[in-house]
Nanobody
């Protein structure tokens, strides 16, 4: 499956953006979708993921309560709604697809767990 992330841009601190991750085909629905980000000069980090059906989500603490991941399998698209943006959220954001499921105890958090990647979309948050 091919993924394409979009929706990045420049926003003031406290603002909101919604990123989209569009997939090329209906196999999208069999994958866990994760979102990563890479800030300038830093390594990439996972920020969250959503299960195949969309029933389960997981987030890292740094964005919990501010960001929400959702998906619409009929549209072959996942979303990252970002509210309360901070300058520290400035990064290139990537979506990725993994065959690993989200369970009660685990979810795919490493880059190696994801097979398919979108090209990234830049989010810049000004202070």
């Amino acid at each position: 499956v091919q993924l394409q992330a979009s929706g990045g841009g420049l926003v003031q601190a406290g603002g909101s953006l919604r990123l989209s991750c569009a997939a090329s085909d209906r196999t999208f629905s069999i994958y866990t979708v994760g979102w990563f980000r890479q800030a300038p000069g830093k390594e990439s980090e996972v920020i969250g993921a959503i299960s195949r059906s969309g029933a389960s989500t997981r987030y890292v603490d740094s964005i919990k309560g501010r960001f929400t991941i959702s998906r619409d399998n009929t549209k072959k698209t996942a979303y990252l709604q970002m509210n309360g943006l901070k300058p520290d959220d400035t990064a290139t954001y990537f979506c990725a697809a993994s065959s690993a499921p989200i369970s009660m105890k685990t979810w795919p958090t490493t880059r190696d767990a994801y097979t398919y990647w979108g090209q990234g979309t830049l989010v810049t948050v000004s202070s």
